[in-house]
């Protein structure tokens, strides 16, 4: 039928189509798989109905064939039944119908012979709906944990980073603390200086008078040498 026709060139792309090639022409390849793992489940349900549907049409028409085999070799018996009483008109009636019988396990035969090819193809085809089926979880899986990596290293990155900014911060802050330490220790020793000038004046006069000193006896030790 022209259904099962589109069934088969429906299934057949899915089939033959590479996952590798469809992922790399798309921009999130996730959530295109996951539609692909969708529509791919969808099409087994309905591979699997398909099956099931040519199997007992292929079983009604065994069926109808056996019965017309049963029926055409009733009418023969008939037909010999009648030759032999000298009823020839009955035996023609006989064979007619058996004719009529033979004619139609013909058509179930011929019937029945395209249905068991389309069983065996769907089932055929089913197999490997369902082969693909794997290849694209199996497919799903590793990006899926491709994914998962790269979100985790995002997060220590940017966990990282946090951590850095929050060192340069504190380290920040102790420079300050440090710088401001040092501005205060050194306006403390001015402010110290500036309220001792008497002590201040002492020191630079000792200072002067210890520069006196080793002065004259340089000037002492250069008239020794004349």
């Keep these: 039928t022209r259904r ?3 069934l088969f060139k429906r299934f057949n792309l899915i089939i033959n189509a590479s996952v590798n090639e469809m992922i790399d022409r798309v921009e999130d390849p996730t959530l295109t798989i996951k539609h692909l793992v969708r529509d791919m489940e969808s099409n087994l349900v309905e591979a699997k109905e398909q099956v099931v549907d040519a199997i007992l049409h292929e079983k009604q028409l065994l069926s109808q064939l056996n ?5 055409e070799s009733l009418w023969l018996e008939k037909a010999t039944t009648a030759l032999q009483q000298d009823q020839e008109a009955k035996a023609r009636e006989a064979l007619q119908r058996k004719q009529t019988h033979s ?3 013909e058509s179930i035969s011929a019937s029945l012979s395209a249905a068991s090819e389309t069983t065996t193809l769907l089932k055929s085809q089913l197999l ?12 799903q899986s590793s990006l899926q944990a491709r994914e998962n990596a790269l979100s985790a290293q995002k997060r220590m990155g940017l966990e990282q980073a946090e951590k850095t900014d929050q060192l ?4 920040d802050k102790m420079d300050d603390s440090l710088f401001d330490q040092e501005a205060r220790l050194a306006a403390m020793e001015a402010l110290e200086r500036e309220l001792n000038p008497v002590e201040n004046a002492i020191l630079d006069l000792k200072q002067d008078t210890a520069i006196d000193h080793e002065l004259e006896q340089l000037k002492q030790s250069l008239n020794a040498d004349k």
């Design 103 to 105: 004619q139609l396990i």
């Design 4 to 6: 099962s026709s589109d």
């Design 168 to 171: 340069n911060q504190r380290l």
């Design 67 to 71: 019965n017309e085999k049963k029926s």
């Design 128 to 139: 490997q709906l369902e082969s693909k089926l794997i290849e694209v979880k199996l497919k």
